[in-house]
C-alpha cells in the first residue's frame, strides 16, 4: 500500500492537464516499444476474397440436408439447362464438372489421345501445359502479345487444340469475340480452340464468347463459379461444347447436390451479386491505377480482379520482396518464365489502401 501511495504521491501538487500529459506520454512510450502484429496479406491467389452469397449458402445447405442420404443427379440437369439458356446452346451442349480445371483435363485427354500438340497463349493459365503433358500430349507456348494470328500461324500437322484465355490469366487482357470467331475459322475444323473463360463475368455482359459456341463446330467454352461467385471450394463448373463431345467430357462420378444447388442459385438469381462483385474489382483498379501516377510502377488495362504489375526500376523479384517484407504476398511472374512481372489480386479498400502505401515506397 505504501508503494501506490507513494506512486500518486507524485501527482498531487500538479495541475490535471499536467497529470495527463505525463500520463499520456509514459502510455506512448510503452507502446512503442511493443511489437505490432501485422497479418499478412495474401493477393497471390485469384479467388474472391468475401464468403459466397448467403442465399447461396442456404440453397446449398437446403440441398445438403435434403440429399445427404441419396446420390446427387449424375447429369447436373438443373445446372446444365440454366446454364444452356443464359448462353443460347441446348442442354445436351452443356457438360458439368468438378470445376473447369478437371474440365480442361478431359478435354485435353480427348484431344490429344495419342500425342499431338497444344498450342497456349502465354502466358497464360498456368496449369494447362501440365494438363496437355498429362494426356501425352506436347504444350506450345506461343506469345500471347502476338495476338490470334499468331496462334493461327503456328498451327501444324501435329496440333489438336489451341488454348487460350480470357480475361487472361495472368495478364488480365481479353480477347474479343470477333478474335475468337476469327481464330476458330482459320484453324479449321480439324483444330479445336479451347477458350477459358474463368474470369468472364467481370466482363460487362454480352463481351463473353460463350454464345458462340452455338455457331461454332470447334469451340469449347469453359466456366468456373470459383471465381466471381465465390464458390471456390464447392469443386463446380461447366464447359459448352457440341453435344457429342460434352457428352464425352461429363465426369465419371455426378457433383455432389449441395456444389449443384448453390450453382443453380447463382446462374438463376446471381446476376446482381456477380455485378457489384464486377464493380467493386473495377473501382478498386482504377484507385490502384490512379495511385501508382508519376512513379515507376504501371500495369496494363485489364477486365480482372488482379493486375499485372511491372516497374521501370525493379525486377519482378524485387517487388515482391519488398511487398513480402511488408507481409504482402502476391505471385511473381517467374511462375510463368517473366522477371519483370507481378500478378497481384485487388480486394477490398483496406487491402488497397495498404497495397498503396507498400507500392508507394517502392516507386
Known amino acids: 500500500m ?104 478431359e478435354a485435353c485427354g480427348e484431344l490429344l489421345t495419342g500425342g499431338g500438340e497444344l498450342l497456349v497463349a502465354w502466358p497464360g493459365w498456368r496449369p494447362l501445359p501440365e494438363l496437355a503433358q498429362r494426356a501425352g500430349g506436347t504444350a506450345v507456348p506461343v506469345p500471347v502479345d502476338s495476338g490470334i494470328d499468331a496462334l493461327a500461324d503456328r498451327v501444324g500437322a501435329d496440333t489438336r487444340a489451341v488454348a487460350l484465355c480470357s480475361p487472361n490469366d495472368p495478364t488480365g487482357a481479353t480477347v474479343a469475340r470477333a478474335d475468337v470467331r476469327a481464330l476458330c475459322e482459320r484453324v479449321g475444323e480439324r483444330v479445336w480452340v479451347l477458350l477459358d473463360e474463368a474470369f468472364a463475368d467481370f466482363l460487362e455482359p454480352g463481351e463473353d464468347s460463350a454464345g458462340l459456341v452455338a455457331e461454332l463446330p470447334n469451340l469449347l467454352v469453359f466456366r468456373t463459379f470459383a471465381k466471381a461467385h465465390a464458390m471456390a471450394g464447392f469443386r463446380i463448373g461447366y464447359v459448352l461444347a457440341p453435344a457429342e463431345l460434352a457428352e464425352r467430357l461429363t465426369p465419371s462420378f455426378s457433383v455432389n447436390a449441395p456444389a449443384q444447388a448453390a450453382a443453380a442459385w447463382a446462374l438463376e438469381l446471381g446476376d446482381p451479386v456477380v455485378a457489384g462483385r464486377r464493380a467493386a474489382a473495377a473501382h478498386e483498379r482504377d484507385r490502384l491505377g490512379r495511385a501508382l501516377q508519376g512513379t515507376s510502377l504501371s500495369f496494363a488495362p485489364s477486365a480482372a480482379p488482379f493486375v499485372w504489375l511491372s516497374s521501370d526500376s525493379h525486377d519482378a523479384e524485387a517487388i515482391a520482396a519488398h511487398l513480402r517484407i511488408r507481409r504482402i504476398a502476391v505471385a511473381p511472374g517467374e511462375r510463368w518464365g517473366d522477371d519483370r512481372h507481378v500478378r497481384i489480386t485487388l480486394r477490398d479498400s483496406a487491402a488497397t489502401d495498404r497495397l498503396i502505401a507498400a507500392l508507394r515506397e517502392l516507386g
Open 2 to 105: 505504501k508503494r501506490l501511495f507513494d506512486r500518486y504521491r507524485q501527482y498531487q501538487q500538479l495541475p490535471p492537464e499536467e497529470v495527463s500529459r505525463e500520463l499520456i506520454a509514459r502510455r506512448d512510450e510503452q507502446r512503442a516499444g511493443e511489437v505490432v502484429f501485422v497479418p499478412e496479406l495474401d493477393l497471390a491467389r485469384t479467388a474472391w476474397h468475401e464468403p459466397p452469397h448467403p442465399e447461396a449458402v442456404n440453397a446449398a445447405t437446403f440441398a445438403l440436408r435434403r440429399r445427404m442420404n441419396a446420390y446427387p443427379d449424375p447429369g447436373a440437369r438443373e445446372v446444365r439447362e440454366l446454364a444452356a439458356a443464359r448462353h443460347g446452346v441446348e442442354p445436351a451442349q452443356v457438360a458439368v464438372g468438378h470445376g473447369a480445371a478437371e474440365l480442361l483435363q
